[in-house]
């Protein structure tokens, strides 16, 4: 069975805030369920510790290894508004890096991405500073800071090869004192 839900979450304060913070999940319920867990994964684009920006995939325990038959639909939907509330970034997932590294810069990233894709789009507004091009800017999506995007564009590197060499790198926060630029213009080449 395949079920899909409007999900309210999200604190009051921080990166997530805003009246209409609600994300749609798609939810896939197995014939053996309740002895298999339900597949789970986002379908709003949201830019946090443990959901792939690319696919949606939570990275919740009760969703994989410690699914119990005991756990309830609900009590699923409970952690994982617990999660969203309250990430754990000890994962895998590229933006939990990015939380690790600038957690000023993952806030910034993870506010323009509510604005733009969770809230309705007549509430939704860029930050300042964020020129938007089509409502996305792609430095502010790939979490980079525009000095550092420019910094290399202005050395005569395409854009978008510097955007993705700087994303692939996590150049941000402490990061970047550790990657000296002739690394970076031999990987730009």
């Not at 069975?1 to 899909?4: C, D, I, K, N, S």
């Not at 699923?76 to 969203?84: D, T």
């Given at each position: 069975?395949?079920?899909?839900a409007r999900?309210?979450?999200?604190?009051?304060?921080?990166a997530?805030?805003g009246e209409?913070?609600c994300?749609?999940?798609?939810?896939?319920?197995?014939e053996?369920?309740?002895?298999?867990?339900v597949?789970?994964k986002?379908i709003?684009k949201?830019y946090?510790?443990n959901?792939?920006?690319?696919?949606g995939?939570?990275?919740?325990?009760i969703?994989?290894?410690?699914?119990?038959?005991?756990l309830?639909?609900k009590t699923?939907?409970?952690?994982?508004?617990?999660?969203?509330c309250?990430?754990?970034p000890?994962?895998?997932?590229?933006v939990a890096?990015?939380?690790?590294?600038?957690?000023?810069s993952?806030?910034?990233?993870?506010?323009?991405?509510?604005k733009?894709?969770v809230?309705?789009?007549?509430?939704?507004q860029?930050?300042?500073?964020v020129?938007?091009?089509g409502?996305?800017?792609e430095?502010?999506?790939?979490g980079?800071?525009?000095?550092h995007?420019?910094q290399?564009?202005a050395?005569?590197?395409?854009?978008?090869?510097?955007?993705d060499?700087?994303?692939?790198?996590?150049?941000?926060?402490?990061n970047?004192?550790?990657?000296?630029n002739d690394?970076?213009?031999?990987?730009?080449?």
């Open positions: 069975m395949r079920a899909w999900h309210p979450w999200g604190e009051a304060e921080g997530y805030n209409h913070r994300t749609a999940q798609d939810i896939v319920i197995p053996s369920y309740p002895f298999q867990p597949k789970m986002l709003t949201v946090h510790p959901v792939s920006s690319a696919s995939a939570i990275c919740l325990d969703l994989k290894d410690a699914w119990l038959p005991a309830t639909l699923m939907l409970i952690s994982l508004q617990s999660l969203l309250s990430p754990e000890n994962d895998p997932q590229e890096k990015h939380y690790m590294t600038s957690k000023r993952f806030e910034e990233m993870a506010v323009y991405w509510t733009t894709y809230m309705p789009k007549d509430t939704a860029v930050p300042s500073g020129a938007a091009a409502g996305q800017d430095v502010v999506i790939a980079l800071e525009k000095a995007v420019d290399f564009e050395l005569g590197f395409p854009r978008a090869k510097v955007i060499v700087l994303r692939r790198l996590n150049y941000r926060g402490v970047v004192a550790q990657i000296n690394q970076m213009e031999e990987l730009l080449k």
